[in-house]
């Protein structure tokens, strides 16, 4: 019996667009893609020591460009670039902003060995002793494979700062740093598309059906090693990290390397604890694009100190991305036990080395695309039919008996229904009783005063 029910086509990546899941009350308090003005003072007051110029990478695209001056060192102080933006702003900026930028270079040019690092935060102006201090300090690592190639000569790396200061502030500065840290990178640099954003995280409501959706991190890989614990065996490693689809939202990236080089099995996985009570749930649904290495593809859930495993090699030795549903009858308990879903701790994504036919050690280096992690409840045929027989049942009591208990419980059964047609039709019927019924209150209520 197949464990997925539908697939889809994975998108290639949108290069150039920043896309973080964000509150209704958000608010672009600063935005510089460097499109106005030919020269960095005309340009949002950017002020640095650097040799900078803004020039344009493609038709309509323009950028801030300066020459880096990497030594191959571990010295930040004569590896470091550093571009101020000042801006004029008199209200907070909210705990848990963003500072958004794109780092970009030639794609010909952008193999080298080592890191460039960026910094980003914010500088804000003591007017007492008129002195500058840094608030909201982040950081963050730029492999030269993290670059996405545009396309069109350039690779770009979009990077997302998030600031954990309340700042009350009359003048600030955007502050960003490029360092180096043993890069031996010596080519042109382009920064582009900086934006902050005030409240772009929202403080999260924990939903019990949700696992995780990788939207309430503001891309921030840092973030979501807090919520991801990693384990791997000797000489196994796995690093997840966040990757935007096609539609600007966020997957989860499971890098892994297992190896039999120094056991006989090697394995890597990530937890997430969730304390939840899913018994009102059947099902554990995700989206999944395997790898096609057929390893050993281990989904857990964690309950009562008992783990409970789904293995399924077959489906990794595919590469669609598929939306994966598995029925909690499946997990099968380590130790034998039976899994209380009432008891949920924790849930696991792992991968195992399926010995091959083969002399000698072998390793497997690859990465798997995951989204949309969440319980739900998956309704049957049969199950679908007697909920809209049971809930056109009830509505047709509580007509004849104008009783609301009835259309409670009518209504609880439609959400359980899958959408379709009659569950429309029901939903419509439902609120048009409810009306009824709550006019003929009114009136009953209307009579007894004028009869008082």
Same mark, same amino acid.
């Given at each position: 019996?197949?464990?997925?029910?539908? =697939?889809?086509?994975?998108?290639?990546?949108? %290069?150039?667009?920043?896309?973080?899941?964000?509150?209704?009350?958000?608010?672009?308090?600063?935005?510089?893609?460097?499109?106005?003005?030919?020269?960095?003072?005309?340009?949002?007051?950017?002020?640095?020591?650097?040799?900078?110029?803004?020039?344009?990478?493609?038709?309509?695209?323009?950028?801030?460009?300066?020459?880096?001056?990497?030594?191959?060192?571990?010295?930040?102080?004569?590896?470091?670039?550093?571009?101020?933006?000042?801006?004029?702003?008199?209200?907070?900026?909210?705990?848990?902003?963003?500072?958004?930028?794109?780092?970009?270079? %030639?794609?010909?040019?952008?193999?080298?060995?080592?890191?460039?690092?960026?910094?980003?935060?914010?500088?804000?102006?003591?007017?007492?002793?008129?002195?500058?201090?840094?608030?909201?300090?982040?950081?963050?690592?730029?492999?030269?494979?993290?670059?996405?190639?545009?396309?069109?000569?350039?690779?770009?790396?979009?990077?997302?700062?998030?600031?954990?200061?309340?700042?009350?502030?009359?003048?600030?500065?955007?502050?960003?740093?490029?360092?180096?840290?043993? =890069?031996?990178?010596?080519?042109?640099?382009?920064?582009?598309?900086?934006?902050?954003?005030?409240?772009?995280?929202?403080?999260?409501?924990?939903?019990?059906?949700?696992?995780?959706?990788?939207?309430?991190?503001?891309?921030?890989?840092?973030?979501?090693?807090?919520?991801?614990?990693?384990?791997?065996?000797?000489?196994?490693?796995?690093?997840?990290?966040?990757?935007?689809?096609?539609?600007?939202?966020?997957?989860?990236?499971?890098?892994?390397?297992?190896?039999?080089?120094?056991?006989?099995?090697?394995?890597?996985?990530?937890?997430?604890?969730?304390?939840?009570?899913?018994?009102?749930?059947?099902?554990?649904?995700?989206? =999944?694009?395997?790898?096609?290495?057929?390893?050993?593809?281990?989904?857990?859930?964690?309950? *009562?100190?008992?783990?409970?495993?789904?293995?399924?090699?077959?489906?990794?030795?595919?590469?669609?991305?598929?939306?994966?549903?598995? %029925?909690?009858?499946?997990?099968?308990?380590?130790?034998?036990?039976?899994?209380?879903?009432?008891?949920?701790?924790?849930?696991?994504?792992? =991968?195992?080395?399926?010995?091959?036919?083969?002399?000698? %050690?072998?390793?497997?280096?690859?990465?798997?695309?995951?989204?949309?992690?969440?319980?739900?409840?998956?309704?049957?045929?049969?199950?679908?039919?007697?909920?809209?027989?049971?809930?056109?049942?009830?509505?047709?009591?509580?007509?004849?008996?104008?009783?609301?208990?009835?259309?409670?419980?009518?209504?609880?059964?439609?959400?359980?229904?899958?959408?379709?047609?009659?569950?429309?039709?029901?939903?419509?019927?439902?609120?048009?009783?409810?009306?009824?019924?709550?006019? *003929?209150?009114?009136?009953?209520?209307?009579?007894?005063?004028?009869?008082?």
């Amino acid at each position: 019996m197949s464990l997925f029910m539908a =697939c889809t086509m994975i998108v290639s990546l949108v %290069p150039n667009s920043l896309s973080v899941s964000a509150a209704t009350d958000d608010k672009l308090i600063y935005e510089n893609n460097f499109e106005k003005g030919k020269g960095p003072d005309e340009v949002a007051g950017v002020i640095t020591k650097e040799d900078v110029s803004v020039v344009s990478l493609v038709k309509g695209n323009n950028a801030l460009k300066f020459k880096s001056k990497f030594d191959g060192s571990d010295n930040w102080e004569t590896n470091k670039h550093e571009l101020a933006f000042y801006k004029e702003y008199s209200k907070k900026i909210s705990k848990d902003s963003t500072l958004q930028f794109d780092i970009l270079v %030639p794609t010909d040019e952008k193999v080298y060995d080592g890191q460039i690092k960026y910094i980003g935060g914010l500088g804000t102006h003591d007017k007492s002793t008129d002195k500058w201090g840094w608030v909201g300090t982040s950081y963050g690592d730029i492999n030269s494979s993290d670059f996405v190639d545009l396309g069109n000569g350039y690779s770009s790396k979009s990077v997302t700062v998030k600031l954990n200061d309340n700042i009350n502030v009359d003048l600030f500065k955007v502050d960003l740093q490029i360092v180096s840290y043993n =890069c031996n990178y010596n080519g042109d640099i382009y920064l582009d598309n900086i934006k902050l954003i005030s409240s772009n995280l929202p403080e999260k409501v924990e939903v019990p059906a949700v696992v995780d959706d990788f939207e309430g991190y503001g891309g921030e890989d840092k973030l979501l090693e807090k919520e991801w614990k990693t384990n791997a065996g000797d000489g196994c490693l796995v690093t997840p990290k966040l990757v935007k689809d096609g539609t600007g939202n966020h997957d989860l990236e499971f890098n892994y390397k297992i190896s039999t080089e120094k056991v006989t099995e090697g394995w890597a996985g990530i937890t997430k604890d969730k304390k939840v009570d899913w018994s009102s749930f059947n099902s554990l649904q995700f989206w =999944c694009t395997p790898d096609g290495k057929g390893q050993k593809l281990a989904i857990q859930i964690t309950s *009562n100190g008992e783990d409970f495993e789904v293995n399924m090699p077959e489906f990794a030795s595919t590469t669609s991305e598929s939306l994966i549903t598995i %029925p909690f009858s499946k997990f099968k308990g380590k130790k034998g036990g039976t899994l209380d879903l009432s008891k949920i701790e924790r849930i696991g994504i792992w =991968c195992n080395t399926i010995p091959k036919n083969s002399e000698g %050690p072998w390793t497997v280096d690859s990465k798997m695309y995951f989204d949309d992690i969440k319980a739900v409840y998956v309704v049957s045929d049969e199950e679908k039919e007697k909920l809209i027989q049971d809930s056109t049942d009830l509505i047709r009591v509580a007509v004849s008996n104008k009783n609301q208990e009835d259309l409670d419980k009518a209504q609880e059964m439609i959400k359980k229904i899958p959408g379709c047609s009659e569950k429309d039709a029901l939903q419509n019927r439902l609120d048009t009783v409810k009306d009824r019924l709550k006019q *003929n209150n009114i009136r009953k209520l209307l009579f007894k005063l004028i009869n008082m």
